[in-house]
């Protein structure tokens, strides 16, 4: 499998302008997790769904923030417009729910995010 | 709500070396599992042991072991034989059952010196 794959990797771009993050979590996983991290706050979760379904989304920070998943097999999160405060690390994760032994989180690489 | 707490941001320690991460939270649950992730200077996000809060046994993998103790809520993580591929940031991380949203402590940034 190819793990969790989020693109791009590092997006560079000046404040005002919309940012689209994509991720592709492992296929057979349920449930999807978008992560901010920064050095003053650590890692924070945005949003998380389960079963393509937003289930927790008072992480994300504001309404210019918005995140879909229109399948199991990809979601995005939307800046828009972006701030140059949104300049951090954003991590999707993906894992397997169920009743059962829990799986973990498998996190994707990480895309860099810039805003000028 | 739960809440994980690393309260050492920084730590340090030479190769061949034992080092004890320490990681508390708080919660009211009874059924959970506490993790232990790495993330190396490449930013991906590794996990390193798992535990699982009905098993008084602790997790152990490798050079890594836990130091689960469930009544002070407490969840260390022991690296025997640090190696300089240890050199990362390390987060403790809850996740009560059912259910699977996980909740980071701030993370320490361990060094290894050679």
């Known amino acids: 499998d190819a793990g969790v794959i989020q693109s791009p990797r590092h997006e560079v771009t000046e404040m005002g302008q919309e940012v689209t993050l994509r991720c592709k979590p492992i296929?057979?996983?349920?449930?999807l997790f978008w992560y901010r991290q920064t050095m003053m706050r650590g890692l924070e979760l945005l949003i998380y769904?389960?079963?393509?379904?937003?289930?927790?989304d008072s992480g994300m920070p504001e309404d210019r923030f918005s995140a879909k998943m229109p399948n199991a097999s990809f979601s995005t999160l939307k800046i828009q417009p972006s701030e140059p405060r949104d300049s951090a690390v954003y991590f999707c994760?993906?894992?397997?729910?169920?009743?059962?032994?829990?799986?973990?989180?498998?996190f994707g690489p990480g895309t860099r995010l810039t805003v000028t | 709500a739960q809440t994980v707490t690393q309260s050492q941001p920084e730590m340090s320690v030479q190769e061949a070396e034992t080092v004890t991460l320490s990681c508390t939270y708080d919660?009211?649950?009874?059924?959970?599992?506490l993790f232990w992730y790495k993330q190396p200077p490449s930013r991906q996000m590794i996990l390193v042991i798992r535990?699982?809060?009905?098993?008084?046994q602790n997790a152990t993998e490798n050079r890594f072991s836990v130091n689960f103790q469930k009544a002070a809520k407490s969840f260390s993580l022991k690296i025997s034989d640090s190696q300089l591929g240890d050199t990362a940031m390390y987060f403790c991380?809850?996740?009560?059952?059912?259910?699977?949203?996980?909740?980071f402590g701030t993370g320490t940034s361990l060094t290894v010196i050679p």
């Open positions: 994760a993906s894992s397997h729910l169920s009743l059962g032994p829990q799986d973990e989180q498998y």
């Open positions: 535990q699982e809060a009905y098993k008084q």
């Open positions: 919660t009211s649950e009874n059924n959970y599992y």
């Open positions: 296929s057979g996983h349920n449930s």
């Open positions: 769904f389960n079963n393509n379904v937003p289930i927790d």
């Open positions: 991380a809850f996740m009560k059952q059912p259910g699977n949203q996980f909740y």
